[in-house]
């Protein structure tokens, strides 16, 4: 049974800086590319960034690039998602999850590509 853990979420003032984590468990790690979304209250859940599987290519929203960084660990089972010069439009409950299919990163825009998903951890952003 897959399990993925976040944690890193909190409150932090315009400008500062958090770093998400996502443990991960039960499949094989390092085969898989994972993502982050995110939700805000009374929003879809959105993309934010994904890493494939070997650490390689990076993709990330637009309303994120040059602000955020995902990063992975494969020794560790886990993937980071650095977050500095946050907005309060920042403000969300943050998801890992991992792709359905091994060695492939296709679609990885649409939550469709992913099969499991944690719990959230929630980012407040205060202006």
């Known amino acids: 049974q897959v399990r993925l853990a976040e944690s890193g979420g909190g409150l932090v003032q315009t400008g500062g800086s958090l770093r998400l984590s996502c443990a991960a468990s039960g499949r094989t790690f390092d085969s898989y590319a994972m993502g982050w979304f995110r939700q805000a209250p009374g929003k879809e859940r959105e993309f934010v960034a994904a890493?494939?599987?070997?650490?390689?290519?990076?993709y990330y929203a637009d309303s994120v690039k040059g602000r955020f960084t995902v990063s992975r660990d494969n020794a560790k089972n886990t993937v980071y998602l650095q977050m500095n010069s946050l907005k309060p439009e920042d403000t969300a409950v943050y998801y890992c999850?991992?792709?359905?299919?091994?060695?492939?990163?296709?679609?990885?825009?649409?939550?469709?590509?992913?099969?499991?998903w944690g719990q959230g951890t929630q980012v407040t952003v205060s202006s």
């Open positions: 999850a991992d792709t359905r299919v091994a060695y492939s990163i296709s679609g990885y825009e649409h939550q469709n590509a992913y099969a499991d």
């Open positions: 890493i494939t599987w070997g650490g390689g290519p990076q």
